[in-house]
C-alpha cells in the first residue's frame, strides 16, 4: 500500500492551539516535513513525539519531491508541517503537494490555525467576503502598485507583513486607500496579543498599540464594503 502525504496545521504561537487528530496524525505518520527542525522539535516534545524530522523550506522543496516521493512508494507516511499555522499559506508546501498529486498519491490536509482567518474573524470588518493578498514585494514602488489594483476591491483585504517594514507599509497604505478602516491583529494567540480596530493614519506611529513589536496582520476594509454583510 502506498502511504500518504497529510498537511498538518499547528500553532501560531499559543502551544495548546493543536487539535486532536493533529496529534494523532503527528504520532501515526513515518516521518515529519517541517521548516525549521529546531523550531518544531520544541512543539514535538510538549506533546512527546519522537519522529524523524528533515527540513523543508523555500530552498531546498524542489530537491525534496523526489526522496519524498520514493519513500510514498514504500508505503510510508509523512507529515507536512510548518513554522506556524497552515502549512502552503504563505508557507512552503505547494509544490511538493502538486508533485505528490501527479504522482497519483494521497494528500490529506489536517485543518486547525490559521493567522489570516483568526485575524479576520476577530476583526469586526465583513467577513462574508475576504481576499487573501498574503505578503506584498518588500519594494515600496512595487507595493504601491499592489495597493493601486487593490483599491476597488469590494471584498476585506487580508495581508502578512513582517514587523520592520510594518510602519512603513501602513504609511503607504494610507496614501492610496485614505482613512479607511483598518485593523491590525498583532501577536496573536500570544502574551501580548493586541487588536487595534480604527482607521489607516498618515503617521502610523500616532496609532495607539502598546508596542510596534511581534507579528501582524493586517485587514483593510473592502471598497464601498460599509453595508451589513449577509451571513
Ligand atoms: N502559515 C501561516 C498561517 O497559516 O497563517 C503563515 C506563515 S507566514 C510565513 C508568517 C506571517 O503570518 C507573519 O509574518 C504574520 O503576518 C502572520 N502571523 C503568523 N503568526 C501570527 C500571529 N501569532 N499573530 C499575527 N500574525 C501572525
Known amino acids: 500500500m502506498n502511504g500518504k502525504l497529510y498537511l498538518v496545521a499547528t500553532p501560531l504561537g499559543n502551544l495548546k492551539d493543536i487539535t486532536l487528530r493533529a496529534l494523532e496524525v503527528?504520532?501515526?505518520?513515518?516521518s515529519i516535513a517541517c521548516e525549521d527542525t529546531r523550531h518544531s522539535l520544541k512543539l514535538l516534545q510538549t506533546y512527546e513525539i519522537q519522529k524523524p524530522l528533515f527540513s523543508l523550506h523555500d530552498h531546498n522543496e524542489t530537491k525534496r519531491?523526489?526522496?519524498?516521493?520514493?519513500?510514498?512508494k514504500?508505503?510510508?507516511s509523512l507529515a507536512l508541517i510548518s513554522d506556524a499555522g497552515t502549512p502552503l499559506i504563505s508557507d512552503p508546501g505547494y509544490r511538493l503537494v502538486e508533485a505528490v498529486l501527479a504522482a497519483g498519491f494521497e494528500v490529506e490536509a489536517i485543518p486547525g490555525p490559521c493567522a489570516a482567518i483568526n485575524a479576520l474573524v476577530g476583526s469586526g470588518l465583513p467577513t462574508d467576503k475576504f481576499y487573501f493578498v498574503g505578503f506584498l514585494p518588500p519594494k515600496s514602488a512595487?507595493?504601491?502598485r499592489r495597493f493601486e489594483a487593490l483599491l476597488d476591491f469590494p471584498s476585506t483585504l487580508i495581508f502578512?507583513?513582517?514587523?520592520?517594514?510594518i510602519q512603513k507599509f501602513l504609511e503607504e497604505a494610507h496614501s492610496v486607500f485614505g482613512?479607511?478602516?483598518l485593523v491590525l491583529a498583532r501577536e496573536m494567540t500570544k502574551k501580548f496579543e493586541e487588536?487595534?480596530?480604527?482607521?489607516?493614519?498618515?503617521?502610523?506611529?500616532?496609532?495607539?498599540?502598546?508596542s510596534w513589536k511581534g507579528e501582524y496582520v493586517v485587514l483593510l476594509e473592502g471598497a464601498n464594503s460599509s453595508d451589513i454583510p449577509s451571513t
Not at 503527528?26 to 513515518?30: A, F, I, R, T, Y
Not at 502578512?160 to 517594514?165: F, G, Q, T
Not at 487588536?195 to 502598546?210: A, S, V
Open 195 to 210: 487588536f487595534y480596530r480604527g482607521r489607516l493614519q498618515p503617521k502610523p506611529e500616532t496609532i495607539p498599540l502598546r
Open 160 to 165: 502578512y507583513e513582517s514587523p520592520h517594514r
Open 65 to 72: 519531491v523526489a526522496p519524498i516521493l520514493e519513500r510514498l
Open 26 to 30: 503527528l504520532k501515526s505518520v513515518d
Open 179 to 181: 482613512s479607511r478602516r
Open 142 to 144: 512595487a507595493r504601491r
Open 74 to 76: 514504500e508505503g510510508k
